[in-house]
């Protein structure tokens, strides 16, 4: 049985799975949204409600893995932990109180991660893709090169240091203004700029060859938007394809609301209705630079992309063992003679 935590700016997230075919089956999940990057943008730190909080969500997390069963798990932390000067006090509290041994991943290996576990929703019928993960506290882009035998290999990945709750703190969220939500938008361009000029990326999606996979509550809560969905439901959003244009203007009609017009909206809700502008403005900002005319859900990730390696460093250990046992000499003992 496997475990695979996923702790980032925003959101705690858990998925307990067992080995299915090539794929897994999901046996238990739990995910939380914490906060525990709450105010870090403007003190450094990480505070003592927000380390409150995720103890609480992550010790329900130990004690479902331990139910399960779980034999093998790896619990990682993304950007906020990464930026917070009392991460390793916090880590530290964290493996005493809950067991758990958290480890603070690069940027690359966290866009590496993400890829790999969206990976069953690509379509290899284009020549590239462009998968994006919009977090609390970073956003990563991922430029994939996919090929003819359901492979793809990492052409280009960048970590852009904004996500929602970042850019929230910094513009705005329960009051967001046009002026606020222009900046937003500019404040993530100069890096989408930056990756496009490294990859063409833009000449490929004219020559429509690129599939757009977007992976993040920030889509993922667009996409119930768009449904008109009176509850989330994975069922229905999960790989679900969206007009871009139409994604564009619920985007607009969003940043132009009021936070209780946000909060009536029921795959928003008050957990999400001060940060879902700052999500809308990194989306409206990739469409300006790559109008791609659909782009793919993906109610997956990270977690997904643990598993995948676990999984797969699993398989390895066992072929490993197969094969040094067939190494062994058959060695045939002679039968002992016995004196007449």
């Given amino acids: 049985m496997y475990g695979a935590v996923d702790l980032g700016t925003n959101n705690c997230r858990l998925l307990v799975a067992k080995p299915n075919g090539k794929s897994f089956r999901v046996v238990d999940s739990f995910s939380r949204i914490v906060r525990l990057g709450e105010g870090v943008s403007l003190t450094g730190r990480l505070s003592d409600d927000a380390i409150e909080r995720t103890i609480e969500a992550l010790a329900i997390c130990a004690e479902k893995m331990r139910r399960c069963g779980v034999t093998r798990m790896r619990c990682v932390a993304t950007e906020v932990c990464r930026k917070a000067d009392n991460s390793e006090a916090f880590l530290t509290r ?45 956003t990563e882009l991922i430029w994939l090169g996919l090929g ?20 929230s703190e910094r513009h705005g969220g329960v009051v967001v203004t046009e002026g606020g939500y222009s900046n937003m938008i500019a404040d993530v361009s100069s890096y989408i700029d930056a990756f496009e000029e490294k990859h063409s990326i833009a000449s490929a999606i004219r020559d429509g060859k690129v599939q757009m996979l977007g992976t993040s509550g920030t889509v993922t809560t667009l996409a119930g938007v768009h449904f008109g969905l009176p509850r989330y439901n994975r069922r229905r959003v999960d790989g679900a394809w969206l007009n871009a244009g139409a994604l564009i203007s619920i985007c ?26 700052s999500g809308c ?33 699993a398989d390895d250990d066992q072929k490993a063992t197969v094969e040094s046992v067939k190494m062994v000499p058959d060695v045939t003992l002679e039968t002992p003679k016995v004196a007449p």
């Fill in 252 to 277: 607009r009609r969003l940043a132009k609301s009021d936070y209780e017009e946000r909060v009536a909206e029921p795959c928003i809700g008050e957990e999400r209705a001060d940060l879902v502008v």
């Fill in 281 to 313: 403005a990194i989306v409206e900002a990739m469409h300006a630079r790559w109008p791609v005319k659909k782009l793919r859900v993906a109610d997956r990730g990270l977690r997904e992309g643990l598993l995948h390696g676990m999984m797969r460093v």
């Fill in 94 to 138: 964290v493996r005493e109180e809950c067991g758990i041994d958290l480890v603070i991943i690069s940027t690359g290996e966290e866009a590496a991660l993400a890829a790999d576990g969206c990976t069953p929703l690509l379509d290899y019928r284009n020549q590239n893709a462009l998968v994006f993960d919009i977090g609390g506290g970073s």
């Fill in 148 to 167: 003819r035998k359901k492979q793809s290999e990492v052409l280009g990945w960048t970590s852009i240091p904004y996500g929602v709750v970042t850019l």
